[in-house]
């Protein structure tokens, strides 16, 4: 029985990790009944499993309308995804609208301030709308994609392809006395608005580049909306007010939602 729910709870972690971490899991299971083979092996046959499972995803994701953004990103390419275990846990799969969107992104910030990189974090899972790319509820349909920002030092020398976290992801820019807190003063117990107060310390203080960031957010809301139907951005309101931003599609994701002043959250019609 204890085997049985430790096998369970695995399949379990696996699943809402990567998808399809628990399918691979069973399979090497399976096999590894079969044969009656040794833990190191077992290991062994379920990474062999999990490679093969994510390989044929990238293969049958697009049947189902999911494009995976490539983890492997050469020197001439512009869009890169912050980091290969975002490849490796599937949470790379984007509608090919939104991929199309992401790359014209990608180029136009090149063009302006040539040589710039543009950085992508959380996607979706290759499979199933409806099930959702934790700990971001929302991405659950190909149509949503998170980015980094764009970063400065000290000094004000563009950071390229550089984020605060080596994820990209809980390095928060936090707003100045007097800004707009919507959430100040609540105490939710069901939210994902987390502060990580702890980690913040471990993070270069480097600043937001905030030319780009507004020619990002300005292409956004223009092309962005006319030629591949952006519906919203998400962005914390002490940032948009810091950088200027009236556009109403910008908004506010609510308090139960993750904070939004370590990337920037889109998603299309
Ligand atoms: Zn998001």
Same mark, same amino acid.
């Given at each position: 029985m204890l085997r049985f729910t430790l096998h369970a709870l695995i399949v379990l972690i696996l699943t809402l990790l990567t998808q399809i971490g628990g399918i691979a899991y069973l399979l090497a299971l399976a096999v590894s009944r079969i044969w009656r083979i040794r833990f190191p092996t077992k290991l062994a046959l379920f990474l062999l499993c999990y490679a093969g499972a994510t390989f044929a995803a990238s293969l049958a994701a697009p049947m189902f309308g999911r494009v995976p953004l490539s983890c492997l990103s050469g020197a001439a390419d512009h869009l890169v995804v912050r980091s290969p275990i975002y490849c490796a846990l599937n949470r790379n799969y984007v509608t090919p609208e939104v991929r199309d969107l992401a790359m014209a992104l990608a180029a136009h910030m090149d063009q302006e301030f040539p040589g710039t990189v543009t950085v992508a974090l959380d996607a979706n899972f *290759?499979?199933?709308? $409806?099930? *959702?790319?934790l700990p971001h509820l929302?991405?659950?349909? $190909?149509?949503k994609l998170d980015f980094a920002y764009y970063y400065k030092d000290a000094e004000g020398h563009f950071l390229n392809g550089? @984020?605060?976290s080596p994820i990209g992801y809980f390095a928060f820019e936090e707003p100045a006395p007097g800004d707009e807190l919507p959430c100040a003063g609540r105490n939710d117990w069901? @939210? @994902?608005?987390?502060?990580?107060d702890a980690l913040q310390p471990l993070f270069p203080a480097y600043g937001l580049e905030e030319q780009r960031m507004s020619a990002m957010i300005a292409w956004l809301t223009t092309e962005g909306v006319t030629r591949?139907?952006?519906?919203k951005i998400f962005i914390e309101p002490h940032l948009k007010n810091a950088l200027g931003i009236t556009d109403t599609h910008v908004r506010f994701q609510g308090c139960r939602a993750a904070r939004h002043d370590d990337h920037i959250h889109i998603q299309v019609e």
């Open positions: *290759p499979f199933m709308n $409806g099930f *959702p790319l929302s991405h659950a349909d $190909g149509r550089v @984020t605060r069901l @939210t @994902t608005r987390w502060d990580f591949f139907h952006l519906e």
